[in-house]
């Protein structure tokens, strides 16, 4: 990846070495996600995960908001013309990809959350590995007050990181929660001035990125599967990644590096293979 790409309804930057930020940018409808939202999101991570060069994702949105969940205005017609026809709800078949694929992409991802993010927002964010919050964002489970329980793994997500207890209360009653308190119930890891928000996060994300990008693929979906299985399961996981790892490059040169008393030399590219002299291969 190069320079700054444009979709339709993002764009992504390289803001530093091994670093893409990914920005939402429907701003007049509050970063709402529509389907061409979700088709964008799915090819800028497709692309970022092609290139090696790149190791982290910070994950933000243009203007005021962060992610409003649904583009309400674009859920009503679907309710008026599509599900009538098609019996279909807004954005079911599309939302699911996004949620899934932060979840298992390779690139840990920061979410930069400069303002609102509730409903699909939420668990947009939530869905991310590490949460920067600016002291203007705003956090909420707010499907309720559509008539809706939490519909992109919110369920899932919020017991796991602040309780069930607490994960119910803010599911049933759709509470809006600030900056401050989503720091106190451990939803955010830390909260910034607006100001501050982007070159915090992309600092973060630079120091995740200096690193082996086999070591933080296994890393972060060790951590990602150590929610859903028993400890043995993850030892066991544990153990398959170091003999994976152990058989490549990295592990070798970090230990080099650290018997050497020298910084190490992560992601290098390897030569290509020299072409074996010869003879001009014969035309007919």
Request: with cysteine; charged share 20%; net charge negative.
């Amino acid at each position: 990846m190069t320079g700054r790409t444009e979709y339709e309804t993002l764009f992504t930057e390289i803001v530093a070495d091994g670093v893409v930020l990914l920005t939402l940018n429907r701003p007049d409808r509050a970063n709402g996600v529509v389907p061409e939202l979700a088709r964008d999101l799915v090819a800028a991570l497709d692309a970022a995960e092609a290139d090696l060069d790149v190791r982290a994702l910070v994950l933000t949105g243009a203007g005021r908001q962060f992610c409003a969940g649904a583009d309400l205005k674009e859920m009503h017609r679907h309710l008026a013309e599509e599900m009538p026809r098609t019996g279909e709800p807004y954005n079911a078949r599309v939302i699911f990809p996004v949620i899934e694929r932060v979840v298992a992409s390779r690139l840990p991802t920061v979410a930069a959350v400069n303002g609102g993010a509730t409903a699909g927002g939420f668990d947009l964010a939530l869905a991310c590995d590490i949460r920067i919050a600016s002291t203007a964002a705003k956090f909420g489970e707010t499907y309720i007050k559509l008539g809706l329980p939490p519909g992109n793994g919110g369920t899932w997500f919020l017991p796991r990181l602040v309780g069930p207890g607490l994960a119910a209360e803010l599911a049933l009653t759709g509470d809006v929660v600030d900056a401050a308190r989503a720091r106190e119930i451990g939803l955010v890891n830390r909260v910034v001035e607006p100001a501050a928000l982007i070159d915090e996060s992309v600092a973060l994300a630079a120091r995740i990125a200096q690193w082996s990008w086999r070591a933080l693929e296994m890393t972060k979906q060790s951590l990602r599967s150590a929610w859903s299985v028993d400890l043995t399961s993850s030892l066991n996981n544990n153990y398959w990644a170091a003999v994976g790892l152990q058989a490549g490059p990295d592990v070798a040169e970090g230990v080099a590096a650290f018997v050497e008393k020298r910084p190490a030399r992560f992601n290098r590219r390897p030569h290509p293979p020299r072409t074996p002299e010869g003879p001009a291969p014969r035309t007919v």
